[in-house]
């Protein structure tokens, strides 16, 4: 590989989307050195599931232009559905072969939840740097050369299930955000003299956390108001049925300057996930803003305590919740504490040149490196039956050679 670029190939179900997943693999597609990267990003529509409703978010055009804008390499394939009824959530009506060879790659990068999954089931020889933006099973296939967790704690997660820990690399959304005064939605949304809190979401139910609005209506007031950008419908029947008077729903986006836009319009990122976190980029673009971040403990994923460290609060139950907001509204050398300790925790963790530069370092490590621990790698992809005939060979092997052994050992004493 001296002086020639690393081919990488970025694989993702609904790649150019806008949600947290696809926006970490985006980001780095688009700003790896291009004098040391050749980069193509394989992605395909959102599709229906088979055997669950669930929506995966579609293709948004502004993650495209953002892509377009940045040199990379696009090419898009089909699937016709995603059948989560079989083990590796098999693609259906793909023609993702016909545009994909590993052989044309010395990486491949994707980002999943860690259980083995279809395409990668099928490529075999090629290194493949996973992700994991969840905790949901455990690949130590061979050639996995790598598996980078968003914290500390997602990485012990993982090996407790099984996973390699040799394999693990800590690393951070690498996150870009122009600094310069932005926009705020203040005055179109008659919001000049409130103190505002909100969060912005995915337009999925099934991540709908009650906390955070249950918290703000119980220290509502006129001069306070909660700005929702995207989020399932439930936050407008839940706002509904608690008679919350200031509360304003805007459309998702994935376009970052209408995502600044509603951040620069906040006091507060009151964030709330029925299934936690494991790193949130939306919490990083808060910190990047100096948002104090109040969030609270989920029983699936809990990521984000590590990550929003001292710039916020992450709490037990609505009480703590309505009490952390309160404070915050109310004393304002607090509020200035967890304002620049966001700041700061930003720059620590999030800002994009340092991170990219780690990014660059993993892949130049897998090209050296690809498969450290053979003998384990080997190991730790075979099933239980494949393992047992492996032990039952070198069990053969020790006893029929041992006394190769004891005559070596006589040799060496003479």
């Known amino acids: 590989m001296v002086n020639q670029k690393i081919r990488i190939a970025f694989v993702k179900f609904s790649g150019m989307a806008a949600g947290g997943s696809e926006k970490f693999i985006q980001v780095i597609a688009a700003n790896l050195p291009k004098d040391r990267f050749a980069v193509d990003f394989f992605y395909c529509d959102a599709a229906p599931y088979i055997g669950e409703a669930y929506k995966v978010m579609d293709t948004d055009p502004a993650r495209i232009k953002y892509m377009q804008e940045h040199g990379v390499r696009l090419i898009k394939f089909r699937v016709k559905a995603k059948d989560i009824t079989t083990p590796f959530h098999t693609w259906v009506g793909t023609d993702f072969w016909q545009h994909f060879k590993e052989e044309n790659y010395d990486i491949i ?3 999943r939840s860690g259980h083995k999954e279809y395409p990668f089931t099928k490529i075999k020889r090629t290194p493949i740097v996973d992700s994991l933006h969840l905790s949901a ?8 050369s790598r598996v980078m967790h968003l914290c500390q704690w997602s990485a012990d997660q993982w090996v407790a299930k099984g996973g390699d820990k040799s394999r693990v ?3 951070s959304h690498p996150i870009s955000i122009a600094n310069k005064a932005y926009n705020n939605l203040r005055q179109q949304l008659g919001l000049q003299n409130k103190f505002v809190f909100g969060f ?15 918290a703000y209506k119980k220290i509502e007031t ?9 989020g ?5 029947q ?11 729903f805007l459309p998702p986006s994935g376009e970052l300057e209408k995502v600044c836009e509603f951040l620069a319009t906040l006091n507060v990122y009151a964030h709330g996930r029925r299934d936690g976190e494991v790193n949130s980029q939306s919490m990083a673009e808060a910190m990047f803003f100096g948002l104090p971040i109040v969030s609270h403990y989920s029983a699936i994923n809990n990521g984000h305590v590590e990550c929003i460290g001292q710039a916020g609060l992450v709490v037990e139950n609505v009480e703590q919740y309505a009490d952390e907001l309160k404070k915050l509204q109310a004393d304002k050398n607090y509020y200035n504490y967890r304002s620049e300790q966001a700041k700061k925790r930003f720059l620590e963790k999030y800002e994009q040149d340092g991170q990219i530069k780690h990014f660059t370092q993993i892949y130049e490590d897998v090209v050296l490196n690809p498969f450290p621990n053979k003998v384990k790698r080997i190991l730790s ?10 032990g039952l060979i070198w069990l053969y092997l020790f006893f029929k050679y041992r006394w190769h052994m004891d005559l070596l050992k006589i040799f060496r004493n003479t």
Do not use: C, M, W
Not at 238 to 248: P, V, Y
């Open 109 to 111: 990068q994707t980002a």
């Open 137 to 144: 099973g455990v690949d130590n296939k061979y050639n996995i």
């Open 169 to 171: 690399v800590i690393v």
């Open 200 to 214: 912005h979401q995915r337009p999925h139910d099934s991540i709908f956390s009650p906390l955070p609005l249950a």
């Open 222 to 230: 006129e001069q306070t108001a909660f700005v929702l950008l995207g």
């Open 232 to 236: 399932g419908e439930s936050y407008k």
């Open 238 to 248: 839940q706002a509904k049925d608690l008679g919350l008077s200031n509360i304003h």
């Open 381 to 390: 992809s075979l099933n239980y039956t494949q393992n047992l005939r492996v």
